[in-house]
C-alpha cells in the first residue's frame, strides 16, 4: 500500500489547529468499502496525517468545500468491521463516537458518512445498524454499485432508502455526478432523517433485521465474480500460481537493478554536465567547490534514485490497484506465519526493498498493531535503494569486477548474499519483537478478504506514485542537502593559512596537497579521530568515521563524503586515491585502508544499521512516540557493530 | 428469527409502517394482539394497527411518541409474531386498500405524477372500494392511463396481491381488495 | 457510546454443548457446502466476535474455494465475498454440510 496523504500533525483534538471550529464529518466503514476512494475524492489528497494520540494508528483530516456552504473538515476513521472493538484501531473509531463524552482525546464528530460496499450488504448493513445507536446524524454513501450491476446482482435503491431511513447517496468511484449529490446532502445534515424506530442491537435480531430491509430492497446478491474466480484458478493455483508470484518478485528485483539503470545515467550525466557549467561559469573558488561537491553532488545522488524509487512505487500501486497484492500475501502467509506475521507483512516488507519509508506506511494495512510494530521494527533491515551505491563502491573495492565464483560474478554472488541475508534478518528482527510484545494485546485472529480483481484506475495508481516519490524526494532532499552542506563545511573549515602550511611542510602551489592537508586537518577530522575508539576495533578510520556519522543523516552520503575525501587526495582518479589510502596513526598505520576484512567489516555495518532519520522520524510517526524509534537504532547500531566485528574476524582470518 | 424493520410514514408521525413478512397475518385491523404488545394496545399506548399483506402499520397515541416506545414495541412486535395464530385480525379491505393508496400517493407514484404538474387523490366509498382521481395536467395527458396501469397499478398489485380492478376511466380509477362487491 | 459497547457485551455465540462431535470448516473439502451453526471453544472471545462481524454468523452458507499451495490458509465463500482464513479458525466454527 502506497502512502496516499501529505505528512504533518500533532495528535489531540483536532489534527490541525485551523480545523477547530468547522463541521466535522466523519468517514466511518469496514475495510474494502471504498471508504479511502471516497475519502480521496473529497479531501482531494490535501490530507493532513498524523496519528491518534499513544496509539499505532494512523489519522487521516481533510477539508471539502461544499460550494456555498463554506469548509467543512472529514477524518477518515479507521476501517471497522463492528464497534465491539478487539483492535486500537476499532477502540479509535468507538472513542471517536463517543457521543457521551466520555473520551476527551478526540473530537467527535458532527455527523457520519457510512460507506457501505454494495456487493457485501448483508455484512455491512450489520455495522450501519451498530452506528445508528451513536445517535449522531447518518448518511449512508452506497459504494462499488457499478460492481453489483455488473455481477447480476439488483438493489431498488429508493426503497432501500425507505427501509433504512437514513439518506442513501450512490457514488462510484471515477464518477463525479456522486460526489456533487454527496455534497449537497452534506450540506443540509442537520437536516437529515434517522429511522424512526433504532435497528435491534442482539445480534441474531441484527441479522433478521439486515434480511428484512434487504428483502424489501429487492436485494439480489451479486453473483460470483467469474472473471476473478476464472483468474484466481491460475493465479492462486498450487503449481502456476506459485510460478506466476516467482516471476513477479523476479521481475520487481529486476526492476530496481536494470530496468531503471537507462534513466540513472541520464540523470548522472545531466548531474554531471551541470557540474562542468558550475566549474566552467564560476570562478570563485570556494563558491564553486560549495556548489559542485556539497549543492550538486548532494542532490544529485539523490536524485540519481528517483526513477528507480519511482518505478518501484508505480509496480507496488499496480499489484495493489489490480488486487494481485492480496493475492500475493495470501500465498506468502505460510511463510510470513513462521516468523509470527502474516501475509499483508510481506507486503509491507516488499515496499520496503524500494525504500523502508513506503514499506513501514505500509503495515497501515495489517489489522493487529502487535503485526505492524513487529514489521515496522524489522522493515529498517530490507535491503533498500540507498544502501546500493554503498554496496556497489565497497563490493567494487573488495573484488575486480572479472572475480568468480565458481560459476557465477563474484560480485553477483556478495550483492546477492547481502540482500539476502538483509531480508532474512528482517523477518528475524519482526519475530524476535513479535514475542517481546506479546503481553500488549491479544493475538488478533487472522482473516484477509479477497478482494475481486480491477483493472486499476490509472489516475489513481498516477495520483498514488507521485504523491509517494515527491514525499520522498521532498523529505530526502532536505535532509541530505542539509547534511551534505554542512559536511562540506566541516570538512574545510578552519582555513589554514599559507605560512601554516607551509611550517607543515606542504607544497602550497599543489592544490590536492593543500586540500588533503585541509581535510586532515578540518572540525570533521577532529571528530571522526574522536570517535575512534568505538571504531577502531571494526578496522575503521576517521575518514571511514566522519562518513558513517554523517550517513546516519541518509545512507547516501557516505559515498558523497568518502567521494569528497578521496577527490582532496586525488582530483583525476578519487577511485585509485580510495584504493591506496592507508591508515595514519595508531598501532595499525601503514596498513591498507580498505582491505578485505574492513571492506566486509563496513558492509556488514551497513547492511544492519539505522542510518535514515527519514526513516526514525516515520517510526515515530507511525508508532505514535520516540520509544520505538529510539529502540530501533539501538538495537540496530549494537547488532551492526556485533556483526560488522564479526565478520571482519571471519574475513581476517580466511584471508 | 422473524425479520423485522420500521419505515416512517410521511405526514403522520404517530403512525409507523412494519414491513413484516409477508403473508403472516391476515389483512385488516388488528382487533387483538399476543403478548406484550396486546398489553400495549389494551394500555392505550397503541391505538390502532392496520395489516396489509406484507407490513403491519401502528398507531402511538397522540400523547406519546416512538422515541419514547420504538424499541418496546420492537421486541413486543417481534415476540407476537412468533404466533401469528393468536392474533385477531377484522377484515376491512377498504380501510387498508384506502391507506395503501394513500401511501403510494404521498409516495412514488404521486411524486411521479405531481413532477408532472399533475395531482391525485383517492377516495373510500362506503362500499369498500377505492377511487383514484388524477387531476391537473394529468387531465389532458394522453399518458393518464398508462400512469394509472402501469404505475399504480403494479405498486399497488405487488403489496396487495389480492387487488382487484373495478372500474376504469381515462383519469379514474376504482379498486377493490378480494372479490368485487356485488 | 460506551452504552453500545456494554450492550454488546451481553452477546453469546457458542454453539450448544451438545457434545455431538460436529465437523468444523476445516474439514470441507474443495467445493462443497456447508451452513454455520456455532463457535466451538478453541477460540477466544475476541476472535468469535470477529468471525460474526465478519459474516461467519449462525445460519450463514459457506463453501470453501480453495487452499493455499502450502495447505494453509484456506478461502472460503461467505455470502457475497470470499475470504481467506486459517487452520487455526476454521477448525473453531462448527458446521453442517449442506447438499
Known amino acids: 500500500m502506497s502512502p496516499q496523504h501529505d505528512h504533518c500533525g500533532a495528535g489531540g483534538g483536532a489534527l490541525s489547529t485551523a480545523n477547530v471550529g468547522l463541521t466535522r464529518f466523519a468517514v466511518v466503514g469496514s475495510p474494502n468499502s471504498g471508504k479511502t476512494t471516497l475519502f480521496n475524492a473529497l479531501t482531494g489528497l490535501h490530507a493532513k496525517t498524523g496519528n491518534y494520540p499513544g496509539v499505532t494508528v494512523a489519522r487521516y483530516e481533510g477539508r471539502t468545500r461544499l460550494g456555498e456552504h463554506g469548509t467543512v473538515v472529514v477524518e477518515d476513521l479507521p476501517g471497522t468491521y463492528s464497534l465491539d472493538p478487539i483492535s486500537p484501531d476499532e477502540q479509535i473509531v468507538v472513542d471517536v463516537l463517543d457521543t457521551d463524552h466520555q473520551n476527551t482525546r478526540v473530537d467527535v464528530p458532527d455527523a457520519m458518512l457510512v460507506t457501505l460496499n454494495a456487493t457485501t450488504l448483508r455484512r455491512s448493513l450489520g455495522l450501519l445498524a451498530q452506528l445508528q445507536q451513536t445517535g449522531l446524524p447518518i448518511c449512508v454513501v452506497l459504494t462499488f454499485t457499478d460492481d453489483l450491476s455488473r455481477r447480476g446482482g439488483r438493489l431498488d435503491i429508493p426503497a432501500f432508502t425507505r427501509a433504512l431511513g437514513v439518506p442513501v447517496v450512490t457514488v462510484v468511484a471515477g464518477h463525479r455526478d456522486g460526489l456533487a449529490d454527496l455534497r449537497h446532502v452534506m450540506a443540509r445534515f442537520d437536516s437529515w432523517t434517522s429511522p424512526v424506530v433504532p435497528p435491534p442491537t442482539d445480534p441474531a435480531e441484527v441479522s433478521a433485521w439486515v434480511d428484512s430491509v434487504l428483502e424489501s430492497s429487492g436485494y439480489r446478491l451479486p453473483a460470483v465474480d467469474t472473471r476473478t474466480h476464472r483468474i484466481d484458478s491460475v493465479v492462486l493455483h498450487p503449481v502456476l500460481g506459485t510460478a506466476i508470484f516467482l516471476l513477479t518478485m523476479f521481475v520487481f528485483f529486476q526492476t530496481i537493478f536494470t530496468v531503471a539503470a537507462p534513466l540513472q545515467d541520464s540523470v548522472e550525466t545531466f548531474f554531471g554536465w551541470l557540474g562542468g557549467v558550475v566549474a566552467d561559469h564560476v570562478h570563485i573558488g570556494w563558491l564553486s567547490a560549495f556548489l559542485s561537491q556539497a549543492v550538486i553532488g548532494g542532490v544529485g545522488s539523490v536524485l540519481v534514485f528517483v526513477p528507480q524509487i519511482a518505478l518501484l512505487f508505480l509496480l507496488i500501486a499496480l499489484l495493489e490497484g489490480t488486487g494481485y497484492l492480496a493475492r500475493a500475501a495470501f500465498l506468502m502467509d505460510r511463510v510470513m506465519a513462521r516468523a509470527g506475521l502474516e501475509g499483508r507483512a510481506f507486503v509491507a516488507l516488499l515496499s520496503s526493498f524500494a525504500c523502508a519509508i513506503p514499506g513501514i506506511m505500509a503495515t497501515r494495512s495489517l489489522p493487529s498493531a502487535r503485526d505492524r510494530l513487529a514489521t515496522m521494527m524489522g522493515a529498517p533491515l530490507m535491503t533498500c535503494s540507498a544502501r546500493l551505491p554503498v554496496y556497489i563502491l565497497l563490493v567494487s573495492l573488495l573484488l575486480p569486477s572479472d572475480a568468480r565464483f565458481g560459476l557465477f560474478n563474484a560480485r553477483g554472488v556478495v550483492m546477492f548474499a547481502l540482500y539476502f541475508f538483509g531480508a532474512l534478518s528482517a523477518m528475524a528482527a519482526a519475530a524476535v519483537f513479535k514475542k517481546l510484545t506479546a503481553r500488549s494485546g491479544p493475538m488478533l485472529p487472522f482473516y484477509m478478504e479477497m478482494p475481486p480483481y480491477q483493472v486499476p484506475r490509472l489516475k489513481t495508481v498516477a495520483a498514488e506514485v507521485w504523491t509517494a516519490a515527491s514525499a520522498f524526494l521532498r523529505k530526502v532532499t532536505s535532509i541530505i542537502l542539509a547534511t551534505t552542506m554542512v559536511l562540506w563545511v566541516l570538512l574545510n573549515l578552519p582555513l589554514r593559512g599559507e605560512a601554516e602550511m607551509a611550517a607543515a611542510g606542504v607544497d602550497t602551489t599543489d592544490d590536492a596537497a593543500v586540500a588533503a592537508y585541509v581535510i586532515d586537518h578540518s572540525y570533521a577530522a577532529s571528530v571522526g579521530r574522536a570517535v575512534e575508539p568505538v571504531f577502531e576495533p571494526l578496522g575503521f578510520d576517521w575518514r571511514i568515521n566522519i562518513g558513517i556519522l554523517s550517513s546516519l543523516a541518509a545512507r547516501e552520503v557516505f559515498v558523497a563524503t568518502l567521494g569528497q575525501v578521496a577527490a582532496a587526495e586525488n582530483p583525476e582518479e578519487p577511485a585509485q586515491a580510495l584504493r591506496e589510502m592507508t591508515v595514519q596513526d595508531g598501532p595499525q598505520a601503514g596498513r591498507t585502508l580498505f582491505d578485505a576484512p574492513t571492506i566486509a567489516a563496513l558492509l556488514v555495518f551497513f547492511m544492519y544499521a539505522l542510518q535514515c532519520m527519514s526513516t526514525v522520524a516515520v517510526l515515530r510517526r507511525e508508532s505514535g512516540s520516540w520509544k520505538w524509534p529510539a529502540i530501533a537504532f539501538s538495537y540496530m547500531f549494537a547488532l551492526a557493530w556485533a556483526m560488522a566485528w564479526l565478520a571482519k574476524t571471519v574475513v581476517g582470518a580466511l584471508v | 428469527m422473524i425479520g423485522i424493520h420500521a419505515e416512517r410514514v410521511a405526514g403522520d408521525p404517530q403512525a409507523v409502517r412494519w414491513v413484516i413478512p409477508a403473508g403472516l397475518l391476515g389483512v385488516g385491523r388488528v382487533r387483538r394482539a399476543p403478548g406484550p404488545l396486546g398489553a400495549m394496545f389494551d394500555a392505550g399506548t397503541l391505538t390502532t394497527g392496520l395489516a396489509e399483506h406484507g407490513a403491519l402499520w401502528l398507531w402511538v397515541s397522540a400523547g406519546s411518541s416512538w422515541a419514547a416506545h420504538g424499541r418496546a414495541v420492537q421486541s413486543a412486535l417481534r415476540a407476537a409474531l412468533e404466533h401469528p395464530e393468536q392474533w385477531v385480525i377484522d377484515p376491512a379491505p377498504g380501510e387498508v386498500l384506502a391507506r395503501v393508496t394513500a401511501d403510494l400517493l404521498d409516495g412514488s407514484v404521486g411524486d411521479f405524477v405531481r413532477s408532472h404538474g399533475g395531482s391525485a387523490r383517492a377516495e373510500l366509498s362506503d362500499d369498500g372500494t377505492v377511487a383514484v382521481h388524477l387531476g391537473g395536467a394529468c387531465e389532458h395527458c394522453p399518458a393518464a392511463d398508462l400512469t394509472l396501469q402501469q404505475r399504480l397499478l403494479g405498486e399497488l398489485r405487488r403489496r396487495c396481491p389480492d387487488l382487484v380492478e373495478v372500474d376504469r376511466g381515462a383519469t379514474r380509477l376504482t379498486l377493490a381488495l378480494g372479490a368485487a362487491p356485488d | ?99
Open chain 3, 1 to 99: 457510546m460506551s452504552s453500545v459497547s456494554d450492550r454488546m457485551r451481553q452477546r453469546e455465540f457458542r454453539a450448544d454443548a451438545a457434545g455431538t462431535p460436529r465437523i468444523t470448516l476445516a474439514h470441507l473439502q474443495r467445493g462443497q457446502r456447508a451452513r454455520v451453526v456455532g463457535y466451538g471453544e478453541g477460540i477466544e472471545d475476541s476472535a468469535a466476535r470477529r468471525l460474526f462481524d465478519l459474516g461467519l454468523s449462525p445460519g450463514i452458507e459457506v463453501e470453501m474455494v480453495r487452499r493455499a499451495p502450502l495447505r494453509d490458509p484456506v478461502i472460503y465463500r461467505v455470502g457475497d465475498y470470499e475470504i481467506a482464513l486459517r487452520r487455526e479458525q476454521s477448525t473453531a466454527i462448527h458446521v453442517d454440510r449442506v447438499r
